[in-house]
């Protein structure tokens, strides 16, 4: 957890976040009226433009916001929402100005966009998956009636389900199965090759990323997300991710952004936080598919560590930890050299980039750095 401000996973990260941005600000900026075509249509597509831009103003927020930084500023990033506008050079947001802008986001993409286009191939952003996303996002910021709602609308709409034990597996390596919402598709003239994900987790290109041995110890002995199609030792001795983002040499699957299982962990967080009876019942809901015991009691400790087993690999448990202000453990001291952050270190935010210190006179550097 030692980033300068010129390393290329904060540069390279910002870089390409913003030009997402920016593609998205390009067809939220075309005037409808102005458009050949299906109107409906037209309308649908801006606001999955609406949606992405929220989407990647979150994790931009996620990475360099200083919500988690004691002695910051409260500074978000810049929410930019103009292509080639007159401001070129933004100043940050505060953390509480992208996340009014990010609902905001959110709110639009929902008036814009017709359930009845709602893509079949889970590949583009459909209405279902933008209150999926709204109910991440609440989950984030603590806003627990606005989390329920959202993920209400989601799981009552009885177009997804729950991954059984048999199938759980497989739902990484195929497209379009009952538990994602919405996913990333891969096809061979757009695909990283070695740069890929199924590489940065194993292979003998990158194999980056490797697992600590305790991950293990979380999971109950039948459990099917443990299991060694699932997780393993390679034939160098180190603990891999091997069934989340298998090797795609075919291109024949897609990559799960946001799945079910999410947001019924957000619904049954959120009901927990209200103090509603039904968070335990909710909570086992995915237990009860991944061949594990059922928990007996609803505590945050228990909902943080069904979202680890369930999640694990996907991105969620640095920000579970940073959202409920718990200290970034240290398991292995050989393995892990940051020395364990407490809540608060300036290690839970990125640097800001040098290239856009140099280049935005009105950028302003995290403190640490």
């Known amino acids: ?17 913003y030009r997402v941005i ?16 299906d109107p ?4 649908n597509v801006i606001g999955q433009a609406y949606a992405i831009r929220a989407l990647t103003h979150f994790d931009l927020l996620k990475l360099f916001g200083e919500e988690h930084v004691t002695g910051g500023n409260n500074l978000g990033v810049p929410y930019v929402k103009t292509y080639n ?9 505060t953390v509480a100005e992208v996340k009014a802008d990010i609902n905001a986001d959110l709110a639009s993409a929902l008036s814009l966009m017709d359930p009845a286009l709602n893509d079949a191939s889970k590949e583009t952003i459909s209405t279902y998956a933008v209150m999926a996303l709204q ?5 984030y910021f603590g806003d627990w009636a606005a989390a329920k709602t959202a993920s209400e609308a989601v799981i009552n709409s009885g177009k997804y389900s729950i991954a059984a034990p048999a199938d759980y597996a497989a739902t990484f390596s195929m497209k379009g199965t009952s538990n994602v919402i919405f996913e990333l598709a891969e096809r ?40 060694p199609d699932m997780i393993a030792y390679d034939a160098s001795g180190k603990l891999r991710n091997i069934g989340k983002y298998p ?4 291109y ?14 957000n619904y049954a967080e959120a009901l927990f936080h209200l103090g509603d009876a039904n968070a335990l019942s909710v909570l086992n809901e995915i237990p009860a598919q991944r061949m594990a015991k059922p928990y007996t009691m609803i505590s945050e400790d228990n909902i943080l560590k069904e979202r680890r087993r369930e999640l694990c690999f996907e991105g969620f448990r640095f920000d579970d930890l940073a959202r409920t202000h718990r200290d970034i453990p240290l398991v292995n001291p050989l393995q892990q050299t940051h020395g364990g952050p407490a809540y608060g270190s300036y290690n839970y935010a990125f640097p800001i980039p040098i290239v856009e210190l140099n280049a935005n006179s009105n950028m302003v550097q995290n403190v640490g750095y």
């Open 247 to 250: 090797t795609n040499s075919n």
């Open 1 to 17: 957890m030692k980033m300068g401000d010129d390393d290329g996973y904060g540069s390279g990260t910002w870089t390409q976040m």
């Open 85 to 93: 506008g007159d401001t070129l050079s933004p100043a940050r947001n």
């Open 22 to 37: 920016a593609n998205a600000n390009i067809i939220i900026g075309r005037d409808p009226a102005k458009l050949t075509g």
């Open 135 to 139: 109910s991440r996002v609440d989950v």
């Open 40 to 43: 409906v249509k037209i309308k």
């Open 188 to 227: 061979a003239t757009d695909n990283q090759s070695i740069n890929g994900l199924s590489f940065i987790y194993r292979g003998n290109a990158y194999g980056d990323i490797q697992a600590l041995a305790d991950i293990l110890t979380i999971f109950d002995s039948t459990d099917v997300r443990r299991a």
């Open 252 to 265: 024949d699957y897609d990559i799960p952004l946001i799945r079910y299982e999410e947001v019924v962990l």
